[in-house]
C-alpha cells in the first residue's frame, strides 16, 4: 500500500510539475525579471530530476527479482543524479543574471501567479514525501522531502522578489530584491544538491 502511495505521489508530482516551466517560459516574453528567468531554468531541471526519481522507483520497487543490492546502487545514483540537477540549477541561475544583468522587468504578473501556487503545492509535497520517508524509509522518497523543502523555500523568496517588483516597478528596490531573489535561490539549491550528492557518496 505504501508503495502505492509513494507511486501515486510521485507521478502526481510530475504531472503538476510539467506545466510550470511552459507557463514561465511563456510567461518570459512578456517578463524579463532575472529571477522570473533563474526560476524557469530552476522548474525545468527540477522537472527532469522528478522523471529520474520516477524511473528510479519504479525500477527499484517493481522489480521483486532485483537484489537489494543493485537496488540500492540504483536508488544512489539516481539520488546523485538529482542533486546534480539541483547544482547545476545553481549555478545557471547565476550564470544568467551575470549574463543578462538587470533590465526592463516588464509583465512578471503569471510567473508572481506560478510562484504563489508552488509555495501551497510544493509545502504540500513536502510534508507528504516526509510522511512517506518515515514510514518506509525510502531514500527516493527522502531525496524527495528535501527537494520540495528545498522549492518551498525558494518559491517564498521568488514571490516576495515579483510582488516587489510589481509594486515598485521603477525603483532601485525592485532591482535589489530581483538580484537577492536570484542569488537566494541559486545558492540554496547549490547547498542542496551538493549535500545531496556527499551523502549518496
Same mark, same amino acid.
Given at each position: 500500500?505504501?508503495?502505492?502511495?509513494?507511486?501515486?505521489?510521485?507521478?502526481?508530482?510530475?504531472?503538476?510539475?510539467?506545466? *510550470?516551466?511552459?507557463?514561465? *517560459?511563456?510567461?518570459?516574453?512578456?517578463?524579463?525579471?532575472?529571477?522570473?528567468?533563474?526560476?524557469?531554468?530552476?522548474?525545468?531541471?527540477?522537472?527532469?530530476?522528478?522523471?529520474?526519481?520516477?524511473?528510479?522507483?519504479?525500477?527499484?520497487?517493481?522489480?521483486?527479482?532485483?537484489?537489494?543490492?543493485?537496488?540500492?546502487?540504483?536508488?544512489?545514483?539516481?539520488?546523485?543524479?538529482?542533486?546534480?540537477?539541483?547544482?547545476?540549477?545553481?549555478?545557471?541561475?547565476?550564470?544568467? &543574471?551575470?549574463?543578462? *544583468?538587470?533590465?526592463?522587468? *516588464?509583465?512578471?504578473?503569471?510567473?508572481?501567479?506560478?510562484?504563489?501556487?508552488?509555495?501551497?503545492?510544493?509545502?504540500?509535497?513536502?510534508?507528504?514525501?516526509?510522511?512517506?520517508?518515515?514510514?518506509?524509509?525510502?531514500?527516493?522518497?527522502?531525496?524527495?522531502?528535501? +527537494?520540495?523543502?528545498?522549492?518551498? &523555500?525558494?518559491?517564498?523568496?521568488?514571490?516576495?522578489?515579483?510582488?516587489?517588483?510589481?509594486?515598485?516597478?521603477?525603483?532601485?528596490?525592485?532591482?535589489?530584491?530581483?538580484?537577492?531573489?536570484?542569488?537566494?535561490?541559486?545558492?540554496?539549491? +547549490?547547498?542542496?544538491?551538493?549535500?545531496?550528492?556527499?551523502?549518496? &557518496?
Amino acid at each position: 500500500m505504501d508503495d502505492k502511495k509513494s507511486f501515486r505521489t510521485l507521478l502526481t508530482s510530475v504531472l503538476l510539475s510539467a506545466p *510550470g516551466p511552459l507557463v514561465l *517560459g511563456a510567461g518570459l516574453l512578456v517578463g524579463h525579471s532575472s529571477t522570473q528567468l533563474a526560476d524557469f531554468s530552476r522548474r525545468s531541471a527540477e522537472l527532469i530530476a522528478l522523471i529520474v526519481a520516477l524511473v528510479v522507483f519504479c525500477i527499484t520497487e517493481k522489480k521483486q527479482t532485483m537484489a537489494e543490492e543493485q537496488k540500492e546502487r540504483i536508488k544512489k545514483r539516481g539520488n546523485a543524479f538529482v542533486g546534480m540537477i539541483m547544482c547545476v540549477s545553481g549555478i545557471l541561475m547565476i550564470t544568467v &543574471l551575470l549574463i543578462f *544583468g538587470q533590465q526592463d522587468k *516588464g509583465n512578471v504578473i503569471p510567473a508572481l501567479v506560478i510562484a504563489l501556487m508552488g509555495v501551497i503545492a510544493n509545502s504540500a509535497f513536502y510534508f507528504r514525501y516526509s510522511g512517506l520517508f518515515k514510514k518506509n524509509g525510502n531514500s527516493i522518497l527522502g531525496v524527495q522531502a528535501r +527537494l520540495y523543502g528545498a522549492k518551498s &523555500l525558494v518559491d517564498i523568496c521568488v514571490t516576495t522578489s515579483l510582488a516587489m517588483i510589481i509594486l515598485f516597478p521603477l525603483s532601485s528596490i525592485s532591482n535589489l530584491f530581483d538580484t537577492f531573489g536570484t542569488f537566494a535561490v541559486s545558492f540554496y539549491m +547549490l547547498y542542496c544538491g551538493i549535500r545531496t550528492i556527499r551523502e549518496t &557518496l
